[in-house]
């Protein structure tokens, strides 16, 4: 069974400009995650998606970060204008159901991309 | 608000030791809580889920435990090797949302 696919794997930008991620969950998951992890840190989450719905965005910086999930399917998260802050990791993760629904909201990670932000 | 806390934050054994990692948490009212490991500049990878109605899991070398009441899970790996070195997060979910995780135990096993 092929696992989270995420491109960019890195990607360097200048502040201010702006830069989109991929994400391809597992085949199957209704539900998708993303989430931000800064160094020496454990991941945050920024958006979850339940199919093409979102279910929780509340700690998405709304004023430059987008992110939508097509058909249900694939995701894009979008920063537009990057700030230094943003260097970090996003992963991407799904999961067959949602957390509560049994060993099916065991959630699965991509590789996750690496932002610099110069 | 959940949070959790991982320690020690890192730890080092000679290969062949027996270790476990800690993991608590502030809130009890969790449906799941998973551990990861992280290989450096890679992703995560799961690798025990415990359910809120589950005492412990176990794969392999590894022993993940929960006791809701008291806010804590541990992960105990047998006979450590140097292909463990990584880091381990610790993370907890409630019914409808996403993890909340902790900071992670950096592990090094030297042979």
């Known amino acids: 069974e092929a696992g989270v696919a995420q491109s960019p794997r890195y990607k360097i930008i200048e502040k201010r400009q702006s830069v989109a991620f991929w994400c391809n969950p597992i085949?199957?998951?209704?539900?998708l995650y993303w989430y931000q992890q800064i160094l020496g840190q454990g991941p945050k989450l920024l958006i979850q998606?339940?199919?093409?719905?979102?279910?929780?965005d509340s700690q998405l910086p709304k004023d430059r970060f987008s992110a939508e999930r097509l058909k249900g399917v694939d995701s894009t998260l979008k920063i537009q204008p990057a700030k230094l802050e943003d260097s970090a990791v996003y992963l991407c993760?799904?999961?067959?159901?949602?957390?509560?629904?049994?060993?099916?909201?065991?959630?699965?990670f991509g590789p996750g991309t690496r932002l610099t932000v110069l | 608000k959940q949070e959790v806390t991982q320690i020690p934050a890192a730890l080092s054994v000679p290969e062949g030791e027996n270790l476990v990692l800690n993991c608590s948490f502030t809130?009890?009212?969790?449906?799941?809580l998973q551990w990861f490991r992280q290989d450096p500049g890679k992703g995560l990878t799961s690798l025990l889920l415990?359910?809120?109605?589950?005492r412990e899991q176990t794969s392999g070398r590894l022993n993940a435990s929960l006791d809701k009441s008291s806010g804590r899970s541990t992960l105990y790996i047998a006979a450590s090797q140097p292909g463990d070195s990584a880091t381990y997060l610790c993370?907890?979910?409630?019914?409808?949302?996403?993890?909340?995780f902790g900071k992670g135990t950096t592990l090094s096993v030297s042979s």
């Open positions: 998606f339940q199919n093409n719905g979102v279910v929780d």
């Open positions: 993760a799904s999961s067959l159901l949602s957390t509560g629904q049994g060993s099916g909201g065991e959630q699965f």
């Open positions: 085949s199957g998951h209704a539900t």
């Open positions: 415990i359910q809120s109605s589950q």
């Open positions: 809130d009890s009212a969790i449906y799941n």
């Open positions: 993370a907890v979910g409630k019914p409808g949302t996403a993890l909340i």
